[in-house]
């Protein structure tokens, strides 16, 4: 059992008698989640790596976005109201 809430790659490699670069080729298909602490730092929870290593860990499902919904466009094919007509002054 762990003591810790977070592993690193390199203790999940370990574990699992894999390399690093193997672990974080796992984390970037998406097998195995993990939290992006920074732009080349990754945790993977306890939780999550017990699920693994049990082969319980499903993907979740990713839901349809259904692309972009149309915007609204005021006044769209309506005229607009007649300007009244006004002669223009002459300069002096």
Not at 41 to 51: G, K
Request: proline residues 12%; without cysteine.
């Amino acid at each position: 059992m762990h003591t810790k809430q977070f592993l690193s790659p390199a203790d999940v490699a370990g574990e699992l008698d894999i390399s690093t670069s193997t672990v974080l080729r796992l984390i970037h298909s998406g097998d195995l989640p993990a939290i992006a602490v920074s732009a080349r730092i990754y945790r993977i929870p306890v939780a999550t790596f017990e699920m693994y290593k049990a082969g319980t860990l499903t993907r979740p499902a990713i839901a349809p976005l259904g692309g972009p919904r149309p915007r609204p466009v005021i006044g769209r094919g309506e005229r607009l109201p007649a300007a009244p007509h006004r002669p223009l002054a002459r300069a002096r």
